[in-house]
């Protein structure tokens, strides 16, 4: 089990950019696939992006292909979300998590989670 501890979140202007930061301590890092989900108002938590443990493999949601960037950092523990041309839609909470094994699109097969940190999108 690992604990997560998002940072980064904020009010942005649409077709601006954030970075999210995702600290894991607890266990270790290297052993787990961690991914970014997000969820909006009455909307179910969806994947964003993914990364498997070695940092080789890395899965996108469409909405968020060729804009978003999630990479990982074994000797500081932390995942990042870089996040670029930000619009209305992109407006969540965004959560942290963790697995182990291969990464997964489905939030039910990441036990260990983050509080979340929100985004938000508006002019």
């Known amino acids: 089990q690992v604990h997560l501890a998002e940072s980064g979140g904020g009010l942005v202007q649409p077709g601006g950019s954030l970075t999210l930061s995702c600290e894991v301590s607890?266990?270790?890092?290297?052993?787990?696939?961690m991914g970014w989900f997000r969820q909006a108002p009455g909307h179910d938590r969806e994947l964003v992006a993914a990364?498997?443990?070695?940092?080789?493999?890395?899965r996108y949601a469409d909405s968020a292909k060729d804009r978003f960037t999630i990479s990982r950092d074994s000797g500081k523990n932390t995942m990042s979300l870089q996040m670029t041309n930000l619009g209305p839609d992109d407006t969540a909470i965004y959560y942290c998590a963790a697995r182990r094994g291969a990464t997964s699109s489905i939030a039910e097969e990441y036990p260990d989670w983050g509080q979340g940190t929100q985004v938000t999108v508006s002019s």
């Open positions: 990364i498997n443990i070695i940092a080789r493999s890395t």
């Open positions: 607890g266990d270790t890092f290297l052993r787990y696939s």
